[in-house]
C-alpha cells in the first residue's frame, strides 16, 4: 500500500504493551516491541472519554510496575560487543531489525554482474553527457538524491542509461539489482530496501505502470530511508506515462528527462567491434547507403541493426563460397555492400511500388503485383529458400485463407477453368517478378531475410484487415514448434514487435487448440523479451484459468523452470500460473499435466519451489490443489535411494499432516496410496526402515475419516511381506484396526 511505514510494529501512543512483554525480563532473551533510548518519557494511557461502556476501570499505578518498564538500553555500532549483566535491547540490533521487517511480497530482481556490465560496449552523446551530469553530486561523486527518475521516450536505452549510471557511481560492493515490477499499480510497500543496494526498475506497462502524485510521495518517504541505508534507486518511466502535472520532483526524489537516444551510428560500430566485426564495422562505415539507412533509429532500433548487419555479414560469406553452378546460374553473386545496404533499408518505398493499385494481370509498365502474386512474396518472405512445390502449396493455402479461390498444386480443376490458369504467367516467371529465382533442382532461391522481415511488416502495417488471417496461416506453415522454425520465428517477430493485450488475445484464440506448441514457443519468446514480457506473463495469467490453454501453459511454464539459468522473478511468475491452473481446472486431464509437470521438476533445481507449495499450502498461503499436488511430486523424489519426504524432508513440511490430508480426500486418495505403496515395498528390504515408516505413517492413518482410505492402503499391501515373512497388510491391520472390531471388519485379502 502507498505510504506504508517500514517501522517496525509499535502500539499506537497510549497502548498499553502487552502484559506479558512488559512483565518479562529481556536479559533472558526476550524482546521488547518498542524501541526505547534514555531520557524518554514512558507515555501513560488516555483518560477513557466519559461514559464509554469499554472503559476499564481505573487502577493506581504501581511504583514497582513502573520501575520494571523502564529498559535497560545499551547502545552499540559493533556487531561483536560483548553485553554482561542485564540489557534490554541493543539498538544496533534493532536498527537490523527495521530492515527485516517487510521481506514478503518484495518485487524480485536479477544482480547485474558489474564488471560484465562495464566491459559492454556503451555510447553517450553530447544529450546523455548533460542529463548524466545533472544527475551527479559533483562533490560525493553519486547520484544526487536517493531516487533518480528518469522519463524518456520508448526505445531510447533509458534503462541502459539507468544502470550504467548506478555501476559507475555507486560503490562497487554495493549490489546492482535490475527490479522486475510485479504488480498491477506501482506500491512503495513492494520496493525492496537493503543497506548499499542500487536498485533499478523499469516502468512501462501501459496498464499496471501508471503513475500517481500519491505514489512519488510515499516515493519521497521511501528516499529518507534509502539514504540512511546508503542505497539508491533509479526508476526509468516511459514518457507517455508521465502524463499528470503533479508529477515532478520531490524530496529525495530527483527527475531527468531524457529526450533523444545516443548516435545509432556509433551503436552500431560499438557494438560490432565489442563481438569481434572490426573489419565488418570498417565496411559499413565506408557504405554511405547503409550508414545513411542508420540515421534517426532508437537505441534498440540500431542494437537490431547491429544483429542485421552481421546477419548480412555471414549470410554473404557463406553464399560467396558455393559454386556458382549451385544457383544455376553465372552472373556474379551481390557484394557486400549491396547486401547490407539491402538488409539495413526498410523497402517501404520499393513496397510502396509493389503494393500499388492492384491490377489483375502484370503489365510491363506497373511494378504493382496482382493479388495472387503478392501471396507468393508473402510466403517466400516466410519461407525463404524452398522446393517450388511447397512454395506453390504455402501461397495457395494463405490465398485461401484471405478468401481467394487459388488451384492448389496437385488438385484437378474444372476444364473452364484450366484455360485461364494456363493463360497466366508460370510459378518460374512469377517468382522471378517478385524478386526470386529457380535453381537448377528446382528449389527457390530467396536467402534475404532482412527483406522478408521487411515484407511481413508492411502487410502488417498496412492492411488491418490482413492480420488475423497472415496469423492463422503463420499456424497452420509452421512444420514445428521449434523456435529456428520460419513461420515460428516470424510469428515470434510479429509478436515482439506488435504485441499488446488485443495482439496476445487474437493470437491465444486462434492457436489454443489447434496449434498449442506453436502458441507456446512464440510465448515463451515474447516472455523474455524485455519490451513485452509483462503483458506476455499477463496474457499467461489470465489463460491460467482457461481449461483450453492449459497445454500451452503448463508446457512454457515447465519449460521455464526447468531453465537453470531463469530469473527469479520469472521462474516465480511460472510458479503462480501452474499453482493457477491446478486451482481453477475443471478437467482432471488437466490436472494430471500439472502433476506430470511438477513430477518434472522433481529432480531439477526447481524442486526446492515444489516444497515452498507444499509450505505455502500448510500455511495456508497457497491453493490448496497446487500444494497438493507438489506434495505428490514430492513423494517420487529420493535421497540416498529411500524417499527424500521420510528421510530428510524439507524444513517446514509435516509430512504427515500432508499424507492425512491427501487420504482424506477423494480427488487425491487413490494417487497418494499408490505412492505410499511405492514407500513401503521400497522399504520392507531393510526391517529397521521398514519400521520408521510404519510409524511415521499410523498416525495419519488413525485420524478422522481414515477407515476407508487404510483398507485401500492395506488392500494394495497385501502380496508385499516383510523380510522377516509377515504380511505388510496384516501388519499395519492389526496396528490399525481395534482386535474386537476383527470379525466385523475383516482384513483384506485375508482371514481374521
Request: hydrophobic share 40%; aromatic share 6%; charged share 20%.
Amino acid at each position: 500500500m502507498p505510504g506504508a511505514s517500514f517501522d517496525p510494529p509499535q502500539h499506537e501512543p497510549g497502548t498499553p504493551a502487552d502484559q506479558h512483554t512488559a512483565q518479562h525480563s529481556n536479559g533472558a532473551g526476550g524482546w521488547l516491541t518498542r524501541r526505547w533510548r534514555p531520557g524518554t518519557d514512558i507515555p501513560s494511557p488516555p483518560a477513557p472519554a466519559l461514559g464509554d461502556p469499554d472503559a476499564p476501570s481505573p487502577v493506581p499505578p504501581s511504583p514497582s510496575d513502573a520501575v520494571q518498564n523502564v529498559p535497560q538500553v545499551r547502545e552499540t555500532t559493533s556487531g561483536d560487543t560483548h553485553l554482561h549483566g542485564d540489557v534490554d535491547v541493543v539498538a544496533g540490533v534493532i536498527e537490523e531489525l527495521i530492515l527485516q521487517t517487510r521481506k514478503q511480497d518484495l518485487l524480485d530482481g536479477t544482480m547485474i554482474d558489474r564488471k560484465q556490465f562495464l566491459d559492454q560496449p556503451f555510447v553517450r552523446s553530447t544529450h546523455w553527457d548533460s542529463v548524466w551530469q545533472q544527475a551527479m553530486d559533483p562533490h560525493s561523486g553519486c547520484p544526487r538524491q536517493p531516487v533518480t527518475i528518469i522519463v524518456a521516450p520508448r526505445s531510447c536505452g533509458s534503462t541502459t542509461f539507468a544502470l550504467r549510471l548506478l555501476t559507475e557511481h555507486t560503490a562497487h560492493h554495493a549490489p546492482v539489482v535490475k527490479l522486475d515490477a510485479d504488480w498491477n499499480t506501482p506500491s512503495r510497500g513492494r520496493l525492496p530496501l537493503e543497506k548499499e543496494h542500487a536498485y533499478q526498475l523499469d516502468l512501462k506497462h501501459p496498464e499496471n505502470d501508471q503513475l500517481s502524485a500519491d505514489f512519488l510521495d510515499a516515493l519521497s518517504q521511501h528516499a529518507a530511508y534509502l539514504r540512511d541505508c546508503r542505497s539508491y534507486l533509479a526508476l526509468t518511466v516511459a514518457q507517455d506515462l508521465w502524463t499528470d502535472h503533479r508529477l515532478g520532483d520531490r524530496d529525495g526524489v530527483h527527475v531527468l528527462r531524457l529526450q533523444e537516444p545516443p548516435d545509432a551510428e556509433r551503436v552500431v560500430t560499438a557494438h560490432l567491434r565489442a563481438h569481434g566485426y572490426d573489419e565488418l564495422s570498417t565496411s559499413l562505415l565506408s557504405f554511405p547507403k547503409a550508414t545513411a539507412a542508420l540515421r534517426g533509429l532508437t537505441a534498440v532500433a540500431a542494437m537490431q541493426a547491429a544483429r542485421t548487419a552481421v546477419m548480412a555479414w555471414e549470410e554473404h560469406s557463406r553464399l560467396s563460397r558455393r559454386p556458382a553452378w549451385a544457383d544455376g546460374q553465372s552472373e556474379p553473386q551481390m557484394n557486400l555492400e549491396a547486401r547490407i545496404t539491402a538488409a539495413l533499408t526498410d523497402w517501404r518505398d520499393d513496397l510502396d511500388g509493389l503494393f500499388g493499385d492492384m491490377t489483375s494481370l502484370r503489365s510491363p509498365d506497373s511494378r504493382s503485383l496482382p493479388v495472387e502474386d503478392r501471396c507468393l512474396l508473402i510466403a517466400l518472405a516466410v519461407c525463404q529458400s524452398a522446393p517450388m512445390p511447397d512454395v506453390a502449396r504455402s501461397t495457395a493455402a494463405l490465398l485461401e485463407g484471405i478468401g481467394h479461390a487459388p488451384v492448389l498444386p496437385g488438385t484437378t480443376t474444372g476444364s473452364g477453368l484450366i484455360p485461364s490458369v494456363l493463360a497466366g504467367r508460370g510459378l518460374r516467371r512469377r517468382i522471378q517478378d517478385v524478386g526470386a529465382r529457380v535453381d537448377m533442382q528446382d528449389t527457390v532461391i530467396f536467402d534475404r531475410p532482412t527483406y522478408g522481415r521487411a515484407v511481413l511488416e508492411y502487410v502488417w502495417d498496412n492492411y488491418d484487415v490482413m492480420r488475423e488471417p497472415l496469423l492463422a496461416w503463420l499456424l497452420t506453415t509452421a512444420q514445428s514448434a521449434d523456435p529456428e522454425d520460419r513461420a515460428v520465428d516470424a510469428l515470434a517477430q510479429l509478436t515482439v514487435r506488435h504485441g499488446t493485450m488485443d495482439y496476445l488475445a487474437v493470437l491465444g484464440d486462434l492457436a489454443r487448440t489447434s496449434h498449442p506448441e506453436v502458441l507456446g514457443a512464440v510465448m515463451e519468446s515474447a516472455v523474455r523479451n524485455e519490451h513485452i514480457g509483462r503483458l506476455a506473463w499477463e496474457a499467461l495469467y489470465r489463460w491460467a484459468g482457461q481449461d483450453d490453454y492449459a497445454p500451452t501453459v503448463i508446457a512454457l511454464c515447465r519449460r521455464i523452470l526447468e531453465d537453470s539459468s531463469v530469473t527469479t522473478a520469472h521462474a516465480k511468475r511460472a510458479m503462480v500460473r501452474l499453482r493457477r491452473v491446478a486451482h481453477t481446472a475443471g478437467d482432471d486431464t488437466v490436472r494430471q499435466q500439472v502433476l506430470g509437470a511438477f513430477e518434472a521438476l522433481v529432480h531439477q533445481p526447481a524442486a526446492q519451489r515444489l516444497a515452498d507449495e507444499v509450505r505455502g499450502w500448510q500455511q495456508g498461503k497457497v491453493s490448496a490443489r497446487s500444494g497438493a499436488l507438489a506434495f505428490l511430486a514430492l513423494m517420487s523424489a529420493e535421497h540416498d535411494g529411500t524417499p527424500w519426504l521420510v528421510s530428510a524432508p524439507p524444513p517446514g513440511i509435516n509430512v504427515p499432516r500432508a499424507v492425512r490430508d491427501l487420504l482424506s480426500s477423494a480427488e487425491t486418495a487413490a494417487e497418494v496410496i499408490a505412492r505410499l505403496t511405492l514407500w513401503i515395498r521400497a522399504s520392507v528390504i531393510d526391517s529397521g526402515a521398514y519400521t520408521r515408516l510404519r510409524d511415521q505413517l499410523l498416525p495419519a492413518l488413525r485420524g478422522y475419516n481414515m477407515f476407508d482410505a487404510g483398507m485401500s492402503l492395506m488392500q494394495e499391501l497385501r502380496d508385499i511381506s516383510t523380510t522377516e515373512g509377515v504380511s505388510v497388510a496384516a501388519d499395519y491391520y492389526d496396528h490399525l484396526v481395534d482386535s474386537r472390531l476383527h470379525r466385523v471388519f475383516p482384513r483384506p485379502g485375508g482371514d481374521t
